[in-house]
């Protein structure tokens, strides 16, 4: 049987125009990832709980000759994601692209963790997660193509200590992906995950501050076997693959970006 295969040298852009939504994108991996899809042609759509942040960054988008809106949204709340999908369509048109990166880490010891902390932890990262999909779904089944990428952790693939609330939302969207994948693969939807590593970002220097990091930074480069500390863009560029026309045979798939810290 014949088919056509993509062009061996893709042009970063889209052949038509996409619109595209990122979580928590008004700092850290986020902001990249919205910096970059903006830079390939996509209509950016930036949602952040820190209003002043998601303009920032739209503006900076904007300003760098992209596409880009700001938006307020709170990932755990369902209500909240709907308006802003809904601001998205009327705006920017129907959204084709979601990475959910909005996140929030935790340190505790198991058996100090409050029951409202763990529900904080599970409603951000994984609810989270699920609000967003199901909010913007829809859109991609009437387009029949969609790029899914979820922002789980490799705290989900390891464990860490003080973080048994953080690594089970995590490893919770891990799960997550592998079965939305499956089911949304027959509509022309891809949904992979990215589980980053050791990334500089402000939560990993707050980490670092409270001191969770052991002798900070510096210590966690040298066991890193590319012997530097990830940067947002590093989890970006990944981002941007999977969400292009060529990446249509990638789905259900954890693709580590963590310069080998685990294999």
Same mark, same amino acid.
């Given at each position: 049987?014949?088919?056509?295969l993509? +062009?061996t040298?893709?042009s +970063? ?7 595209? %939504?990122?979580?928590?994108?008004? =700092?850290? %991996? ?12 996509a ?27 700001? /938006?307020?949204? !709170?990932?755990?709340?369902?209500? =909240?994601?709907?308006d802003?999908v ?10 084709t692209? /979601?990475? *959910? =990166?909005?996140?929030? !880490? ?6 100090t963790?409050? +029951? ?10 994984? *609810? ?17 193509w969609?790029?899914i990428?979820?922002? &789980?952790s =490799?705290s989900?693939?390891?464990?860490n200590p003080?973080? *048994? ?17 499956l089911? /949304? ?8 995950? %990215? ?11 707050? &980490? ?12 966690h480069? &040298?066991?890193t ?6 940067? +947002? ?8 693959? /999977? ?20 294999t």
């Open positions: 049987m014949n088919r056509q993509p +062009p040298a893709p +970063p852009a889209w052949s038509q125009s996409r619109t595209a %939504i990122v979580t928590g994108g008004g =700092s850290g %991996i986020g902001l990249a990832i919205a910096r970059r899809l903006a830079a390939e042609g209509a950016v759509a930036v949602l952040d709980r820190d209003a002043a942040a998601a303009k920032a960054a739209a503006d900076g988008i904007t300003a760098a000759g992209g596409h880009a809106l700001g /938006l307020t949204a !709170d990932v755990a709340e369902r209500a =909240s994601i709907d802003a809904a601001q998205v369509r009327e705006r920017l048109g129907r959204p692209i /979601l990475v *959910t =990166s909005a996140g929030l !880490d935790g340190f505790d010891r198991f058996l963790i409050a +029951p409202s902390t763990w529900d904080r932890i599970l409603a951000v990262n994984l *609810t989270g997660t699920f609000h967003c999909c199901q909010a913007v779904v829809p859109d991609m089944v009437e387009q029949k969609g790029r990428v979820t922002i &789980s =490799s989900a693939q390891t464990g003080l973080m *048994t609330h953080y690594s089970a939302a995590k490893a919770g969207v891990v799960g997550f992906t592998k079965a939305l994948a089911e /949304l693969g027959p509509e022309g939807i891809t949904v992979n995950t %990215i589980p980053p590593g050791f990334v500089d970002t402000p939560m990993l220097r707050r &980490s670092e501050t409270r001191g969770f990091l052991g002798k900070g930074v510096g210590q480069e &040298s066991t076997p590319v012997r530097r500390v990830g940067l +947002p863009e590093d989890i970006a560029a990944a981002c941007a693959y /999977l969400v292009r026309e060529e990446a249509g045979y990638i789905t259900g798939q954890v693709i580590a970006v963590n310069g080998g810290r685990t």
